[in-house]
């Protein structure tokens, strides 16, 4: 009998032990690869335009796990190419990030502007809270990714664009 409740015990506990919601996975899980979709740059004017944008990610680092946890208490790293068009805009940027735990480092490149400066900022686990930093521009960008969704918004400072609201997706 107390062999048979021992049995029943670890059975239940190990039914109960998959019902542990499990930990949300890393934005670094299934960055990789091209997004695509459409976004809307708000003017201080209060005009508006849509523009197509597509954004790369290449993660670089071998130590990044499935769980999208960096392996080994070491740092993985994230490339992110972002161009959007219309007929009036474009908007070419490339951004090379470290990201050490939840910190976030980097630099950045806008071509089209020829900007460019660094990167600061965390990983959350819906994405990153970024901040932007260049001579001529400073800006803060929030990339907020669920399963094969992802939204990013970008706030300038110091330029004639207000806001910046892209929706992409790669499925």
């Known amino acids: ?15 109960l ?4 919601p499990a930990s949300p996975a890393s934005p670094m899980v299934g960055i990789d690869g091209r997004w695509s979709g ?4 708000m003017m201080e004017s209060g005009s508006a335009e849509q523009v197509k944008c ?13 769980e999208g946890g960096i ?3 070491g740092s993985a790293s994230l ?17 090379n990030l470290n990201v050490k735990g939840d910190d976030v480092s980097g630099h950045w490149e806008e071509r089209t ?20 930093q260049g001579p001529n521009l400073s800006a803060a960008m929030i990339v907020a990714i669920s399963d ?4 990013i918004t970008i706030v300038p400072r110091g330029f004639d664009i207000s806001r910046i609201a892209i929706s992409l997706a790669k499925c």
């Not at 032990?17 to 542990?20: I, K, Q, S, T």
């Not at 965390?122 to 901040?131: D, H």
């Open 54 to 66: 597509v954004a790369t990610y290449v993660t670089k680092a071998p130590s990044v796990t499935t």
């Open 17 to 20: 032990a998959g019902m542990v």
């Open 113 to 132: 502007y020829s900007a460019q400066g660094s990167v600061s900022g965390r990983l959350t686990g819906a994405g990153f809270n970024l901040s932007i």
């Open 148 to 151: 094969c969704k992802q939204s």
């Open 79 to 95: 490339q992110q190419n972002l161009r959007c068009a219309s007929q009036s805009f474009r908007i070419d940027a490339v951004a």
């Open 38 to 41: 459409w976004g809307t740059i």
């Open 1 to 15: 009998m107390i062999k048979m409740f021992r049995k029943i015990s670890a059975a239940m506990a190990l039914a």
């Open 71 to 73: 392996a080994n208490g």
